[in-house]
């Protein structure tokens, strides 16, 4: 997958997230992250990896019938890219839950170097260092959330049946209760995802908003009303507009969108609609440094 074999990027008006490149590998990040120095994040692309095939080349799934030591190789190459240390990375066992779990130094290195000791978790969070979070993407979106007051991360796995259930609240109160988190400290990054342009969803869909969400916003949110081809009312949802105005309800003032659909860039991201159930995993990351960790690696 040599990058002259690939279609450029396709960015939304107004993205949030740059390409960096560290030799064959890219990842994608928010340039607004850039200026706190403590901070190290990032989301995957296809690109600078070694697995093979349909997962091509950087999935980081364990569960998608690659080698486990091409996934670990995965890993080992995104961790010298972002200047973490692989020994810390920590992943999410995702649901679709709203479940949120803190990570001690106990559960370091869980889903990688061990078997996670915990299930049905979609969001994580750490105010520990030298942890990095790690949650798996194909469509659905990563929320970032950063409070550097009191140096505390949390990653958020957010399909459409998170945002319903407003996980985004449920991680930031979660981080009130554990790190005495102020909302309105919050820097917060809505990662790449799924765009309302390719998202097509149900009315059933909508109904299910509706309850959660006031009226005012899923006029927003649900757009160009249709007939599908089952004959019933579809809508396009932009899951990134829902997400961003639950952290704007909850109060936070510092909110970052990546404007990159996961869709649209397929070549470039693993995209459940465009490419189904046979292809890898996307990965987002998120974790305070210690003393000794060196910088991220090289921006285009």
Same mark, same amino acid.
């Given at each position: 997958?040599?990058?002259?074999?690939?279609?450029?990027?396709?960015?939304?008006?107004?993205?949030?997230?740059e390409?960096?490149?560290?030799?064959?590998?890219?990842?994608?990040?928010?340039?607004?992250?850039?200026?706190?120095?403590?901070?190290?994040?990032?989301?995957?692309?296809?690109?600078?990896?070694?697995?093979?095939?349909?997962?091509?080349?950087?999935?980081?799934?364990?569960?998608?019938?690659?080698?486990p030591?091409?996934?670990?190789?995965?890993?080992?190459?995104?961790?010298?890219?972002?200047?973490v240390?692989?020994?810390?990375?920590?992943?999410?066992?995702?649901?679709?839950? =709203? #479940?949120i779990?803190? &990570? @001690?130094?106990?559960?370091?290195? $869980?889903?990688?170097?061990?078997?996670?000791? !915990? +299930?049905?978790?979609?969001?994580?969070? =750490? #105010?520990?260092?030298? &942890? @990095?979070?790690?949650?798996?993407? $194909?469509?659905?979106?990563?929320?970032?959330? !950063? +409070?550097?007051?009191?140096?505390?991360?949390?990653?958020?796995?957010?399909?459409?049946?998170?945002?319903v259930?407003?996980?985004?609240?449920?991680?930031?109160?979660?981080?009130?209760?554990?790190?005495?988190?102020?909302?309105?400290?919050?820097?917060?990054?809505?990662?790449?995802?799924?765009?309302?342009?390719?998202?097509?969803?149900?009315?059933?869909?909508?109904?299910?908003?509706?309850?959660?969400?006031?009226?005012?916003?899923?006029?927003?949110?649900?757009?160009?009303?249709?007939?599908?081809?089952?004959?019933?009312?579809?809508?396009?949802?932009?899951?990134?507009?829902?997400?961003?105005?639950?952290?704007?309800?909850?109060?936070?003032?510092?909110?970052?969108?990546?404007?990159?659909?996961?869709?649209r860039?397929?070549?470039?991201?693993?995209?459940?609609?465009?490419?189904?159930?046979?292809?890898?995993?996307?990965?987002?990351?998120?974790?305070?440094?210690?003393?000794?960790s060196?910088?991220?690696?090289?921006?285009?």
């Amino acid at each position: 997958m040599a990058d002259y074999q690939l279609p450029p990027w396709q960015f939304e008006t107004g993205h949030q997230m740059e390409v960096a490149e560290v030799g064959e590998l890219s990842y994608l990040y928010f340039p607004a992250f850039r200026a706190y120095p403590k901070l190290r994040h990032g989301f995957s692309t296809r690109q600078g990896g070694v697995s093979e095939d349909y997962l091509g080349t950087m999935n980081f799934s364990f569960d998608r019938g690659d080698d486990p030591e091409h996934v670990r190789e995965n890993y080992r190459r995104m961790a010298a890219a972002l200047g973490v240390s692989y020994d810390s990375l920590t992943v999410a066992k995702q649901t679709h839950t =709203t #479940n949120i779990r803190e &990570i @001690t130094m106990a559960e370091r290195g $869980a889903g990688v170097r061990f078997p996670r000791p !915990y +299930d049905n978790v979609d969001g994580i969070m =750490t #105010n520990v260092p030298d &942890i @990095t979070l790690v949650t798996y993407h $194909a469509d659905c979106l990563p929320l970032y959330l !950063y +409070d550097p007051a009191h140096q505390a991360v949390a990653l958020l796995h957010a399909g459409w049946r998170g945002t319903v259930d407003r996980i985004a609240f449920c991680g930031l109160e979660k981080m009130q209760e554990a790190y005495g988190t102020r909302p309105s400290n919050v820097i917060a990054g809505i990662g790449p995802g799924i765009s309302a342009a390719c998202y097509e969803t149900s009315e059933a869909v909508r109904i299910q908003f509706a309850a959660t969400f006031p009226e005012r916003d899923i006029e927003k949110i649900f757009t160009a009303p249709h007939i599908g081809e089952d004959g019933a009312r579809h809508w396009q949802l932009d899951l990134a507009l829902a997400n961003r105005l639950l952290l704007e309800h909850a109060g936070v003032q510092e909110i970052f969108d990546s404007g990159v659909c996961t869709y649209r860039n397929a070549k470039r991201l693993f995209s459940h609609r465009a490419q189904g159930p046979k292809r890898g995993l996307n990965a987002a990351f998120i974790g305070i440094a210690d003393a000794a960790s060196p910088r991220p690696g090289a921006v285009r």
